[in-house]
T-cell receptor, first 110, second 113 residues
Framework: GQQLNQSPQSMFIQEGEDVSMNCTSSSIFNTWLWYKQEPGEGPVLLIALYKAGELTSNGRLTAQFGITRKDSFLNISASIPSDVGIYFCAGQLTGNQFYFGTGTSLTVIP | DGGITQSPKYLFRKEGQNVTLSCEQNLNHDAMYWYRQDPGQGLRLIYYSQIVNDFQKGDIAEGYSVSREKKESFPLTVTSAQKNPTAFYLC????????????FGPGTRLTVT
């Protein structure tokens, strides 16, 4: 199976700072998703992207579908302590399974 | 409340024993999935089922088995043939196969010693 590479692997930031993370693949995808997972829980869908270049927001979160279709980016503005968790990207070719990234662990220091 | 339940939350087994992880959904979803999560790795697909009485192998099916006799239930058996069974197992469901809206259960952490 394919593996998507996320960077950075982990981030330690001060409350109020903005956060940027990205996800890259050697394959082209038609759909990109971003999930958040809190310790001991299942991932929760944050944002879904369907078109190259698309920029979508969900509150303080903004995600972009890369133009090459091989990458995606997630930004979190004005981070707060409850943003703590692991953020996963996932890519899909229409009608096929999703492939998940390696995750970015976010720690927010109050 | 609609959702996915997995039980138990933590499971401990001795090497050589088979163990079955439970997954139940009341979302009336046709498709269900099992993923394995290891530290520093993304979720990897073990098995999926597009509809009741049907299931297919995912990327890492060796050492695992499933059944889908009821729409709401998709149990996963980790057999003694699975070389590295200790992991966090996640069950998910979606309205239809490969829908982007997959809903995940809370997971079961299996430890085999």
């Amino acid at each position: 199976g394919q593996q998507l590479n996320q960077s950075p692997q982990s981030m330690f930031i001060q409350e109020g700072e903005d956060v940027s993370m990205n996800c890259t693949s050697s394959s082209i995808f038609n759909t990109w998703l971003w999930y958040k997972q809190e310790p001991g829980e299942g991932p929760v869908l944050l944002i879904a992207l369907y078109k190259a270049g698309e920029l979508t927001s969900n509150g303080r979160l903004t995600a972009q579908f890369g133009i090459t279709r091989k990458d995606s980016f997630l930004n979190i503005s004005a981070s707060i302590p409850s943003d703590v968790g692991i953020y996963f990207c996932a890519g899909q070719l229409t009608g096929n399974q999703f492939y998940f990234g390696t995750g970015t662990s976010l720690t927010v220091i109050p | 409340d609609g959702g996915i339940t997995q039980s138990p939350k933590y499971l401990f087994r001795k090497e050589g024993q088979n163990v079955t992880l439970s997954c139940e959904q009341n979302l009336n979803h046709d498709a269900m999935y099992w993923y394995r999560q290891d530290p520093g790795q993304g979720l990897r697909l073990i098995y999926y089922s597009q509809i009741v009485n049907d299931f297919q192998k995912g990327d890492i099916a060796e050492g695992y088995s499933v059944s889908r006799e009821k729409k709401e239930s998709f149990p996963l058996t980790v057999t003694s043939a699975q070389k590295n069974p200790t992991a966090f197992y996640l069950c998910a469901s979606s309205d239809y196969w490969a829908s982007y809206e997959q809903y995940f259960g809370p997971g079961t952490r299996l430890t085999v010693t």
